[in-house]
């Protein structure tokens, strides 16, 4: 996430054209300070991934 420093860069993935221009996209969102703070607050994951 861009607010986290610019030393954090997602690496997104992708399987066709239109999840490309969507990841692209996403470059645009802009996070309030609110929104950044609620996302904090989530609890870590519990518990092996699979």
């Given amino acids: ?3 986290q420093g610019p030393h954090v860069v997602p690496i ?3 399987k066709n054209p ?3 221009a969507d990841n692209a996209g996403a470059a645009e969102v ?3 300070a609110a ?3 609620d ?3 989530i609890p870590a ?3 092996a991934r699979y």
């Fill in 1 to 3: 996430m861009v607010a």
């Fill in 30 to 32: 802009r996070l309030s």
């Fill in 39 to 41: 996302l904090d607050a």
């Fill in 45 to 47: 994951p519990v518990g």
């Fill in 12 to 14: 997104p993935g992708t």
């Fill in 18 to 20: 239109g999840y490309l």
């Fill in 35 to 37: 929104d950044l703070a």
